[in-house]
């Protein structure tokens, strides 16, 4: 099968298609023919491996010295069931599935394995492979920190960076949850994120909300470029402070899954498509990306 291989660690010319041998599922696998998946922040982070000594000798002792040692990037995915392992119940050849691989990555490719008890599910049924691909990076990351937040209706949460991948998702699932929310972003993408259900929506470039006089209950940092002491004067009495740089990884959970696909199949969840690339363009999307600014998702195309 092709699959595109991070030879080494830097500038996306490290990115090369290669034919790699097609994975057999084990007993408890489903080989899925992948139709689509992203190029998150987490994949071109990983291919750079950039950044100082303290945060890049640690990241290569977990991901290899010289290059990933798992050299197919790839966080989700969208495909069709190809074939199943003997012991398989759940899925059966021909179903529409995606699915989170998280860390241990894959999906760059034609076909992955994953167990059928992973983090997987029948694909939403009223959308597209691609916007199934371009969910679950950005769903579960908002899910596993409005969790730590105890998000409840009646809340005021602020998002800030509502435009990014879990920025995006972070504004539809806290509406879900009966919260008033306030989503700040740049000047382009106010109308994005006034569409997607955001109450109010604040231009980072022309007002500082920490100097706004409003008070929130959660402030959710959705790109990780503010700090808890800047958003002291923001926050209410009990208000939670909650970011994606500094506080853990996300919890990678079956049931966050099935929950999204039921959010999409009701309406309340949309992915945020900002380009789609067929696979052999894999090197722009990631140049695209690695400018920081993309809107919501980079979808890639593998069929
Ligand atoms: N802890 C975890 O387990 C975990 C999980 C997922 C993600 N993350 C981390 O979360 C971060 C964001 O991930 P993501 O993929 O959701 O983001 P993303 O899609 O890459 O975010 C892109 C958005 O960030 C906004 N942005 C860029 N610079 C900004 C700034 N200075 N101020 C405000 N907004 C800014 C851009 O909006 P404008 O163009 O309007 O500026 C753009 O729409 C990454 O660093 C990722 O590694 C951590």
Do not use: W
């Not at 092709?2 to 007993?27: F, R, W």
């Not at 071109?44 to 950044?51: F, L, N, P, Q, S």
């Amino acid at each position: 099968m092709k699959a595109i291989i991070c030879t080494k660690y830097g500038a996306p010319e490290v990115l090369e298609i290669h034919e790699i041998a097609q994975p057999v599922p084990k007993d408890n696998e489903v080989l899925i023919k992948i139709h689509a998946t992203t190029v998150t922040s987490g994949d071109v982070t990983i291919r750079a491996a950039k950044g100082p000594v303290l945060y890049r000798l640690p990241m290569r002792i977990i991901l290899g010295f010289t290059r990933p040692r798992q050299p197919v990037l790839g966080t989700e995915l969208s495909g069709v069931v190809e074939a199943v392992g003997k012991n398989v119940t759940r899925y059966e050849k021909g179903d529409p599935v995606f699915a989170f691989n998280g860390m241990r990555l894959g999906a760059y490719a034609e076909y992955i394995c994953l167990p059928e008890d992973g983090m997987i599910s029948i694909k939403p049924s009223n959308v597209s492979y691609e916007e199934a691909a371009a969910v679950l990076f950005g769903g579960t990351t908002a899910l596993h920190f409005f969790r730590k937040g105890n998000i409840r209706p009646g809340l005021k949460v602020l998002i800030f960076g509502a435009s990014g991948a879990s920025g995006s998702s972070a504004v539809q699932i806290a509406k879900h949850y009966g919260t008033e929310v306030t989503g700040v972003c740049s000047t382009a993408n106010v109308e994005l994120v006034k569409s997607l259900g955001a109450d109010d929506v604040m231009d980072y470039k022309k007002e500082d909300f920490t100097e706004s006089g409003k008070k929130y209950d959660i402030i959710f940092d959705a790109v990780g470029k503010i700090s808890k002491s800047r958003c002291k004067k923001a926050l209410a009495q009990d208000g939670v402070f909650l970011t994606v740089n500094g506080q853990g990884i996300v919890k990678e959970r079956v049931e966050d899954v099935t929950f999204i696909k039921k959010l999409m199949e009701a309406g309340e969840l949309k992915a945020v498509i900002d380009r789609a690339y067929p696979m052999e363009q894999v090197r722009e999307a990631h140049r695209y990306v690695d400018q920081r600014h993309k809107k919501g998702n980079v979808v890639l195309k593998m069929i």
